[in-house]
């Protein structure tokens, strides 16, 4: 269930936010006053949980992983010799290739559907991190509505966003976004797996929610 909060107003277009959080997870609902997405202080902190890397872990090692493991899974890795190395599922139907740069890996579904992993070193916390990808993520659009729900994956905080994105009503696009805040022993990095497609696209809700459940970690 996702709780419908407050309007937001995004400079350079028109955004709508909204924050939630199942039931069971959280009594009541908690407010934000209104402000930009990419504001770490108006971001919900949903998910947000102290990171820690004071305990050593060998290299190899898998620090989290699903309850069950995906039929068919995308290893997606950077050349950073220190980041992490994140294994995705891969929805029926859907290509995979490897990517550049922060991008660890590309899907490509039918219905001009698609998802990208990006695995990015950052010097932020996790909530200043999380307020820095949303804001990027809905900046360009002239029109977003965005929702925050929590999404802590293992010990790592994190959270999964969703909404629209358009420039014109022709051009809409829906998105989900997992992203999670994970430490390693050579810093720490925002691992990002998003989701897009034409807005009305058939089997997007179901392949997006399987591309961002959770994933498996592994240190380098």
Same mark, same amino acid.
């Given at each position: 269930?996702?709780?419908?909060?407050?309007?937001?107003?995004?400079?350079?277009? %028109?955004? +709508?936010?909204?924050?939630?959080?199942? #039931?069971?997870?959280?009594?009541?609902?908690?407010?934000?006053? &209104?402000?930009?997405?990419?504001?770490?202080?108006?971001?919900?902190? *949903?998910? #947000?949980? &102290?990171?820690?890397?004071?305990?050593?872990? +060998?290299?190899?090692?898998?620090? %989290?992983? &699903? /309850? +069950? +493991?995906?039929? !068919?899974?995308?290893?997606?890795? #950077?050349? $950073?010799?220190?980041?992490?190395? !994140?294994?995705?599922a891969v929805p029926d139907g859907w290509s995979m290739q490897g990517g550049a740069g922060d991008v660890g890996a590309r899907l490509q579904g039918p219905d001009e559907m698609s998802a990208t992993v990006r695995i990015a070193?950052?010097?932020?916390?996790?909530? @200043?991190? *999380?307020? /820095?990808?949303? =804001?990027?993520?809905?900046?360009?659009?002239?029109?977003?509505?965005?929702?925050?729900?929590?999404? @802590?994956?293992?010990?790592?905080?994190?959270?999964?966003?969703? =909404?629209t994105l358009s420039d014109t009503p022709a051009e809409s696009k829906q998105f989900v976004d997992r992203v999670v805040h994970v430490w390693t022993a050579g810093g720490d990095y925002l691992v990002s797996v998003h989701a /897009?497609?034409?807005? =009305?696209?058939?089997?997007?809700?179901?392949?997006?929610? @399987?591309?961002? $459940? $959770? *994933?498996? #970690?592994?240190? &380098?």
């Amino acid at each position: 269930m996702v709780a419908v909060l407050l309007a937001a107003p995004v400079l350079g277009g %028109c955004a +709508r936010s909204s924050h939630g959080t199942p #039931v069971a997870a959280r009594a009541g609902t908690g407010t934000t006053e &209104p402000g930009q997405p990419g504001n770490a202080s108006a971001h919900p902190d *949903f998910g #947000v949980v &102290p990171t820690t890397g004071n305990a050593p872990v +060998r290299a190899g090692a898998v620090t %989290c992983g &699903p /309850e +069950r +493991r995906p039929r !068919i899974g995308l290893v997606a890795k #950077v050349s $950073d010799p220190a980041a992490p190395v !994140i294994t995705v599922a891969v929805p029926d139907g859907w290509s995979m290739q490897g990517g550049a740069g922060d991008v660890g890996a590309r899907l490509q579904g039918p219905d001009e559907m698609s998802a990208t992993v990006r695995i990015a070193a950052t010097t932020l916390d996790p909530q @200043q991190a *999380f307020a /820095e990808y949303a =804001g990027a993520l809905t900046e360009d659009s002239a029109v977003s509505a965005l929702s925050v729900l929590p999404a @802590q994956l293992c010990d790592y905080s994190g959270q999964k966003l969703l =909404g629209t994105l358009s420039d014109t009503p022709a051009e809409s696009k829906q998105f989900v976004d997992r992203v999670v805040h994970v430490w390693t022993a050579g810093g720490d990095y925002l691992v990002s797996v998003h989701a /897009e497609a034409p807005a =009305g696209a058939p089997g997007f809700d179901s392949a997006a929610t @399987q591309v961002t $459940d $959770d *994933f498996e #970690v592994k240190m &380098p």
